[in-house]
């Protein structure tokens, strides 16, 4: 699912943009340049299940340089100090589906995602992934796939539409040589042009993700190699129908098994779906995070809360369908099939960078445990991205992208809350800081 533009031209309120101003300037932080030294802190490398205790970790330009046991770790001089005793360091998190805007980016940055997948781009996106990467604004890294390629009744705006195999052909060379990550593939598009589409990316090298096209089918999409399927409720509508065949959810599993394809199950967008036809999504609305959503947005959420919205008719489809999700989340899991956690940001009721934990939380909910959960949104994210040398675990010669946690994620999933700091490019960025620069534009009345 994706937002039109011109629903999000507004995105973010005045305080927003403020707070951001303020959180950028004020925040704690190093040069990727200098020696950042963490001492005494508990480590989830998560290159297996395992915690090294009473570490420390020392970071030069940007880089993983030292990690070992803090009681035989020679801490440099002029080294900015960071205590991480009793807390717990896990590597940066990754969305690996987000709709992105410029404002979003530190939102991401405060709840500990240090790298985003974003799946309908165009050229400003690219101009915003070389402004983080050159460190000129303060963001999460940036993969962008190029517009969407559809149908002629795709609305959204941001799309490329072909109209033959040839249109096709010229698309996918044209966004591979603008510097797109991926191609996108969205509904409406014939079997014929969807083929074309996917011999042009294989010759251009570049990953094809997506939706599952009617015409082309879950079968086909697996056969022609595409390299991660959008939103469970994609398999699920396409080969299941209305019709929750748990025979059939095994066979499927054992279909994707086969090809190389990973499934991004976006489940916690369907956990407010399956609220919101229970009469409780509203409740939700409440949460302390939706101050940060632009009332453009708040309108359109809350347009989608009628009193139709709750009966008991639609009240057991939707259970039906998000409980089979889960069920068939836990044995794609149990097969082996990669899982990539993301959010679809920023659809209903998934507010940038605070839904990714929602999102956890909901494979855990599936069956996987905290550790597995946390894959989703690490390895197995880098692995996608074929940077599992650089990200996605916690190695000496590592980018130090990672969060400082008070809490053991392992214990409870939803201590990936309890961030106490985060290290985006070997820079570190206090609790403390954010929290003062947020408790400024509140007390100043500026929100």
């Known amino acids: 699912m994706y937002i039109p533009k011109n629903i999000i031209i507004n995105r973010v309120i005045i305080c927003l943009f403020l707070f951001l101003v303020v959180l950028v300037s004020s925040c704690s932080k190093t040069s990727n340049n200098e020696t950042l030294t963490i001492v005494n802190v508990n480590i989830i490398p998560m290159d297996s299940e395992r915690i090294l205790e009473t570490q420390t970790i020392i970071i030069e330009k940007a880089k993983i340089v030292k990690i070992g046991p803090s009681s035989i770790v020679k801490i440099p001089e002029n080294t900015q100090i960071i205590d991480g005793r009793n807390k717990y360091l896990i590597p940066g998190l990754m969305d690996m589906h987000v709709h992105l805007e410029e404002s979003d980016l530190q939102l991401f940055l405060a709840n500990g995602i240090t790298t985003v997948r974003n799946l309908n781009g165009d050229e400003t996106y690219l101009e915003l992934r070389r402004k983080v990467a050159q460190g000129e604004i303060l963001g999460p890294k940036i993969y962008t796939s190029g517009p969407l390629i559809s149908g002629a009744d795709t609305k959204w705006k941001i799309k490329a539409v072909p109209n033959s195999p040839e249109d096709v052909r010229g698309i996918v060379k044209s966004q591979k040589e603008l510097g797109y990550d991926f191609i996108k593939v969205y509904d409406g598009l014939t079997n014929e042009i969807y083929h074309a589409l996917i011999k042009e990316a294989r010759k251009q090298n570049i990953k094809v993700v997506g939706h599952i096209p009617k015409e082309v089918g879950l079968a086909g999409i697996l056969n022609a190699g595409q390299a991660s399927i959008e939103h469970i409720e994609k398999i699920v509508k396409d080969y ?16 994707i098994k086969l090809s190389s394809t990973s499934v991004c ?29 632009d009332s453009e947005i708040m309108k359109w959420w809350k347009s989608q809360t009628t009193p139709q919205n709750n009966s008991p008719s639609l009240n057991k489809k939707y259970k039906d369908f998000y409980n089979f999700q889960l069920k068939l989340t836990k044995l794609l899991f149990d097969m082996n099939i990669p899982l990539l956690a993301g959010t679809d940001t ?10 990714i934990h929602d999102e956890l939380r909901n494979l855990v909910k599936a069956g996987l445990s905290p550790y597995y959960a946390l894959e989703t949104a690490t390895s197995n994210a880098a692995s ?19 969060v400082l946690l008070k809490k ?12 106490e700091g985060v290290i985006a490019q070997g820079r570190w960025y206090s609790k403390n800081k954010i929290q003062s620069s947020i408790n400024k534009l509140f007390t100043n009345g500026l929100h």
């Open 265 to 293: 199950p976006t489940l916690a967008l369907q956990e407010n779906y399956y609220l919101n036809s229970h009469d409780e999504f509203l409740k939700k609305l409440e949460n302390p995070e939706m101050v940060f959503v």
């Open 240 to 255: 299941f129908g209305s019709e929750y065949d748990y025979a059939k959810a095994k066979e499927v599993s054992e279909m």
């Open 346 to 355: 920023p659809n209903l009721g998934m507010v940038p960078g605070f839904s």
């Open 408 to 419: 053991n994620p392992l214990v409870n999933i939803s201590n990936t809350k309890s961030i």
């Open 384 to 402: 996608f991205l074929n940077k599992d040398d650089e990200i996605g675990a916690i190695k000496e010669g590592m980018i130090a992208d990672l």
